[in-house]
């Protein structure tokens, strides 16, 4: 049984300040590090944070730069992009990962995210391939047009210029009158809309080649899909599972009958079950056994779809 959720403060150094919620089961068997969607604070996690827990998962719900319970909220003066969440933020939260470990036994790392979390979550395993060798992606994937059916698909590319541009001129995404995240900063979309259109993750203001970072990856992938879901398309996913060529990736996509809500890309995070159980019996066989052999799963011959 797990214990109630408790905060953790954080500082990412750069006068940027959040709090991370996580819950703990009696007994971990492994700690999962988990990104939100854009523009969806971490609290509406709880429920998954909760289902995981109950299956012997340690959850930390990381808090988006100027969602929820961050210090900062985007304005014409205040910006960032991804270089702000992959040098401060994320690094932050990982090290909240060491200090849980420091004070007790150290446990397998997993690192997984929703939408642009699962993105953000596997170039932050790229930055720290050490570290995270089992990724859980739900609903994520590419951005690039090209892998999204037509005609939507092809309508993309309007999309990812036109967004960074009324960003710009307004100093904000107002994302929520159009019914695309938040209140964002624009040059967070400005990162996020160059990968929709060129498929190449980057960062303005890093140096680093984030893409050939995702090869030093070895380990295992575990996506879930919603299969309603048109945000998340089985294409989209493949295509992200790609970059990761040193990655063993199994994909399962749920109907609405398997989740027990709509299977969209939202409705699921309520109703969280069936996400929770399809991430923890595709832990393979050798990780169960090192951890507790008592805790086998019968079920780890679910289909794999294999990198893409």
Known sequence: ??????????????????????????????????????????RHYLPLAQALAARGIAVYLHEWRGNGSSSLRPSRTVDWGYREILEQDLPASHATLAGEDDAGSALPWIIGGHSLGGQLACL??????????????????????????????????????????????QGVLHGRRLGFGGTEARGLIADWARVGLNNHYAAVGMDEDLDAQLARIHGSAQAVLMADDWFAPLGSMQALLAKLPNVASRVRVLSAQELGTRADHFAWMKAPDAVAESFFIQLNENFHKSVDDSRRHPHNSAPVAGRP
């Open 124 to 169: 932050h395993a790229g930055r720290n391939p050490e570290c995270f060798q089992r990724l859980w992606l739900a609903a994520s994937g590419t951005p690039f047009w090209r892998v999204f059916p037509p005609p939507r698909g092809w309508l993309l590319p309007l999309f990812y210029r036109f967004l960074p541009w009324i960003a710009r001129r």
């Open 1 to 42: 049984m797990s214990a109630a959720p408790r905060t953790i403060a954080v500082d990412s150094g750069d006068g940027h300040r959040y709090e991370i919620i996580a819950c703990m089961p009696a007994q971990p068997l492994a700690r999962l590090l988990w990104l939100p969607a854009l523009g969806v604070a971490a």
